[in-house]
């Protein structure tokens, strides 16, 4: 049966229906299309681009341009979920004005069908702003990635009781300024259920336990494809990096042994047309010079054939 395209509406619909909303993340053609196939109901471009395919320490350094550039990618491979652009660091945090028009962007350039932007009550106006324009917005609290030296590393949030009352603060603001749901990065699972249990949009939870209307991983966290950590929130449903390394093994031994390529790997060439190219060479040769000269070219290529 053809899937209809999610949409923000529909991800409410789900949340009322008590209905677990599936959301991943995608970088590229092929991910979203096997995401697609696959039935997922949100696929996040996320900026965590920047450490897990670009190579970097932390999301910081990812430009709006990258994150175009990918949300392309992934909009040709997934028509059916809802797509979700991730907003780098500094694309809305130094001028509202700015932020609606990086946001745009993605619906523009991008083909996303939405935006999503990290914090709480810092950034209720931007929000505004940017729904105000059309554009659906998910928040982003607890671990925010973009604020990593602030917080001092890649740690749970709202642990202590007054930081789970801003957390739960935060979450009340961002649905009023007009999120349609809202990302909780690890927070502890009775936190995230309570926020989840009093806001009537969505929440996604990471490392935030069930308790949330929907969950999202990093894809390739979950994949096994990122070996520099695993947080502890991740399931790992396959180990591709050790996959990828078994196959890369397989091919440099078959290159390296000759086995690889092989007739059947090879476009054989008709008899006759082999042997018509090679006449005609021998008349004329294909870089202009005479019969002659071919002769010197082709004892050349004797020769050094004869010194393999
Ligand atoms: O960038 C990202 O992938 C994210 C998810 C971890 C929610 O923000």
Redesign the pocket.
Known sequence: MERKKMTVLTFQAKKERGEPIT?L?AYDYPTALALEEAGIDAI?V?????M?VLGYET?LPVTMDDMIRHSQAVRRGAKTPLLIG?MPFLAYQADVAEAVRNAGRFLKEGGMDAV?L?GGREVVATVRAIADAGIPVMG?IGLT?QSIHKLGGFRTQGKTAAAARRLIEDAHALEEAGCFSI?L?SVPEPVARLISQRLHIPT?G?GAGPGCDGQ???THDLLGLFDRFTPRFVKRYAELHAEMKRAFHAYIADVAAGTFPGPENSTPMGEAEWTALLAELEAAPANGRGPAALDVAESQVVGRRSNI
């Open positions: 959301m993340t996040l996320g900026d965590s681009l920047g897990v999301t991730d999503k990290e982003h990635p990302v990065e996604i990471i999202v991983l990093v």
